[in-house]
């Protein structure tokens, strides 16, 4: 499609009184331009119908970025007549007006706002908050469930079942509402959201470290470890906090759990639903359960059985939780630092070159980190390194903009990054936004060899982005454990909603599509997605040893591996 085209498309995302809007400002702005030298009585009442019209657009609550610029414009076409809706000219030939370039010259930047609006019309469309507080919570979560079946953009994609949602939750709904129970509403509206398995689904005001009482009801207390899943099936401990109650009892880094609390330990291990965030993919859901199993009420004692790492007896101890300040859950989940800078680079003692990329932002520091890359990348051609390394485990994503900037060194011709696709009201259906299209330009600046990037589960949202660029790429490799946290949907003018109790639900309003138009990194319905590692390593007692208690980079040392094995 051509670029008028795409602008002419971007149409199809104006509300009916954007489009109203829209039509008046622009025949002013074309009159006043030419000018048109006859006289019509009623073009004069047409700034003022523009001022009516964003009147009722406001009180139909739409504020969008989109909406403003046409009420500012509408408001300042309207001081700037409003004097012949007074004094009206009867029907005499016009003069030309003085100074002609000028007025042209004026509604010609006056054109400008529209052409704006045009361009962010997909990205600032109006989404309407939906406000379900004043409602009970059964009320609230039938309309809210009625409103995911249309707008929900994985919906179809993660093949979720509307009727059965409604089915299974809302007697649970009904039961907190006759029960007035805010406990149980609240652990019912989470798990109908996180069943949705997608990380950019949120309680937006849920604070869980910070005065959730539910939260700390149920999993405030701890006992000075953390677990994960071996594949084969073994749970055993990954974290050992010094002078806790675990260590004091005799569990040592790298135990097997044999039972917890009554129940053998891969039921307990599967038995666990609590996380910070839905758990999108497998991978995510193992390393969540693993951190979550050992969490419970403070004071509970629970019954262990454990078998430390080389012998062959099983003990049986009894641990009491106490408050941690969620020590266990905080160590096992990193999150990025914004006073550290978003790249960092350093030449390996073996000859390749490796590339730590924390988040897709720009910092204080740091205000264009593709630059600093394109820079690190030259520093290293002209040392002539082995291969390239690129870290982007623990990034939460950022900016998508970013991501193709940064991309570009790594591909030498035009390559889609994504189409975007959006819930159009007026349509009632998905469509794309044309002028939202990204395609990634190759930099002056291009790499070309060996190329291995690391990711795991919580490499999410943008930070999705570059793994999936160099996918199928002949000189790259994918290397982690799992995929990453397969949650690449858009989240431009999110769907948001008010519900009982004050909770503000945000879910994502677009998602991504591949070039044949195809949703791209979110996970499907059996919690597969984000970017597969080309290089899966196993989590076996060997690579648990050594990542574990022996401190390696087992992902960095696979990597190199894979580059050395490549041709």
């Not at 630092?337 to 350093?346: L, M, R």
């Amino acid at each position: 499609m051509s670029m008028i085209g795409d602008f002419l498309g971007s149409l199809k995302w104006f509300t009916i009184y954007e489009l109203l809007l829209f039509a008046i400002i622009l025949t002013v702005l074309v009159w006043y331009a030419i000018p048109i030298q006859k006289h019509v009585t009623w073009f004069d009442f047409l700034p003022s119908a523009g001022l009516l019209i964003a009147i009722a657009s406001v009180l139909n609550g739409d504020t969008t970025l989109l909406a403003l610029i046409f009420y500012a414009v509408a408001a300042v076409l309207f001081l700037c007549t409003v004097k012949k809706v007074f004094r009206p000219v009867r029907h005499i030939p016009v003069p030309l007006p003085k100074y002609r370039i000028i007025r042209v010259a004026l509604c010609l930047l006056g054109m400008l706002p529209l052409v704006f609006s045009l361009i962010l019309a997909g990205e600032s469309r109006y989404n309407p908050v939906s406000h379900f507080s004043h409602m009970s919570y059964s009320q609230a979560f039938v309309q809210l469930n009625e409103r995911l079946s249309r707008e929900y953009p994985f919906g179809d994609w993660k093949k979720v079942d509307w009727a059965a949602m409604k089915n299974k939750y809302e007697p649970l709904f009904l039961q907190a509402e006759q029960q007035k129970n805010k406990d149980l509403y609240y652990t019912t509206l989470r798990s109908y959201l996180y069943s949705l398995r997608d990380g950019h689904v949120k309680i937006v005001n849920e604070k869980l470290y910070d005065d959730n009482h539910v939260f700390k009801q149920e999993v405030g207390g701890g006992v000075g470890l953390s677990t994960i899943q071996l594949d084969q099936g073994k749970v055993v401990v990954n974290l050992l906090l010094v002078g806790s109650p675990a260590e004091k009892s005799g569990i040592q880094l790298g135990a097997e759990i044999i039972s917890w609390d009554g129940k053998e330990a891969q039921e307990a291990y599967h038995a666990t639903y609590w996380s910070e965030n839905p758990m999108a993919t497998d991978g995510d859901r193992n390393d969540n359960q693993g951190r979550f199993m050992v969490r419970t009420s403070i004071g509970k004692d629970v019954q262990v059985a454990f078998k430390n790492k080389g012998e062959t007896e099983i003990k049986k101890v009894t641990l009491t939780a106490y408050d941690d300040n969620y020590e266990t859950l905080k160590k096992t989940r990193v999150k990025p630092n914004k006073t550290d800078a978003p790249v960092e680079s350093e030449v390996l003692s073996n000859g390749y070159g490796y590339v730590k990329i924390r988040y897709f932002l720009p910092s204080a520091t740091m205000p264009h980190p593709d630059k600093v890359l394109g820079t690190k990348l030259k520093e290293f051609q002209e040392k002539q390194i082995n291969g390239l390394i690129i870290d982007v485990r623990d990034n939460p994503g950022g900016s998508d903009d970013l991501v193709i900037a940064m991309a570009g060194y790594f591909v030498n011709k035009p390559k889609l990054y994504e189409y975007v696709s959006y819930y159009n009201r007026m349509a009632g259906k998905f469509e794309i936004n044309a002028i939202e299209t990204r395609i990634i330009k190759p930099a002056e600046l291009y790499y070309g060899g060996k190329l291995a990037i690391l990711i795991n589960q919580r490499t999410g949202s943008s930070g999705e982005g570059l793994p999936l660029v160099v996918k199928g790429l002949p000189h790259a490799r994918i290397v982690g454990f799992t995929s990453t946290n397969g949650s690449f949907g858009v989240v431009s003018s999110p769907i948001q909603v008010e519900m009982p109790e004050g909770y503000l639900l945000q879910l994502p309003d677009g998602r991504s599509l591949n070039q044949d138009k195809m949703i791209q990194g979110d996970s499907d319905d059996k919690g597969q997605g984000g970017a597969i590692p080309d290089i899966d390593i196993p989590l076996n007692e060997q690579t648990f040893e050594q990542k574990y208690i022996q401190g390696q980079d087992v992902e960095l040392n696979y990597a190199i591996q894979a580059m050395e094995n490549m041709q």
